[in-house]
């Protein structure tokens, strides 16, 4: 089974200018979180989509938005982008809704440099 | 904001050694997981541990809970290099939004030395 595949694996990008980033979950996999992973503030939580919605949130601005698809690929866009949204974004797949007990699978991650 | 603190945050030891790494969270919890993560990738699922459980153990790694104390240590018994990496305990925290979210503690960088 293919894993959790994230692209692109490497981007730069300018102040101001806007990204997306891809992610495809494991085949059959319904459920995605996204994360955001800086040397200052480590992990984070960004937000969770299930059956092309989003279900959860993490504390970001609105300049952070994402959708599922109906194949339950997902994309997150970054508008405006500041020096500090540089970091590596990490996307994770499930089975099925998140419940207790369900472990998460990542992908390798995008790097997202701004300049 | 963390729920998760691993202590400590780096740990050098030579092949072969047993590495323990420590995490303490702040609120109750379903259960608590670590996770790997190699330079600059993605994180890798090593174990989950649920809240009525009090050890685990896969292969080379044990895996303890102490609810009444909300930490949790990981055990890397016989070292290798290849064990060099970045660790994180993660648990489902309640966010402002009511639901669970995977919420990551700031890690332990373990280096291996052959």
């Known amino acids: 089974k293919a894993g959790v595949t994230q692209t692109p694996r490497y981007l730069i990008k300018t102040r101001g200018q806007q990204v997306t980033l891809s992610c495809s979950p494991i085949s059959g996999h319904r459920s995605v979180s996204w994360y955001q992973q800086t040397p200052g503030q480590g992990l984070q939580f960004l937000f969770e989509?299930?059956?092309?919605?989003?279900?959860n949130k993490g504390n970001f601005p609105g300049r952070f938005s994402g959708r599922q698809f109906s194949n339950s690929r997902s994309e997150m866009n970054v508008s405006t982008l500041e020096l500090g949204d540089s970091a590596l974004y990490l996307c994770?797949?499930?089975?099925?809704?998140?419940?207790?007990?369900?472990?998460?699978?990542f992908g390798q991650g995008t790097r997202l440099t701004v300049v | 904001s963390q729920q998760g603190e691993e202590d400590p945050q780096a740990l050098s030891i030579q092949e072969g050694e047993n590495a323990t790494m420590n995490c303490s969270y702040k609120?109750?919890?379903?259960?608590l997981q670590w996770y790997r993560q190699n330079s600059g990738r993605g994180l890798v699922h090593l174990i989950l541990?649920?809240?009525?459980?009090r050890e685990k153990h896969s292969g080379r790694l044990r895996v303890t809970l102490d609810t009444s104390k909300k930490s949790s240590s990981l055990l890397i018994t016989a070292s290798r290099a290849a064990d060099t990496a970045s660790y994180f305990c993660a648990t489902d925290l309640i966010m402002d939004t009511g639901r669970r979210a995977l919420t990551f503690g700031s890690g332990t960088r373990l280096q291996v030395q052959p």
């Open positions: 609120t109750s919890i379903n259960n």
């Open positions: 541990i649920r809240s009525n459980e």
């Open positions: 994770a797949s499930s089975p099925d809704r998140p419940k207790p007990n369900t472990e998460a699978f």
């Open positions: 989509y299930f059956s092309e919605t989003q279900r």
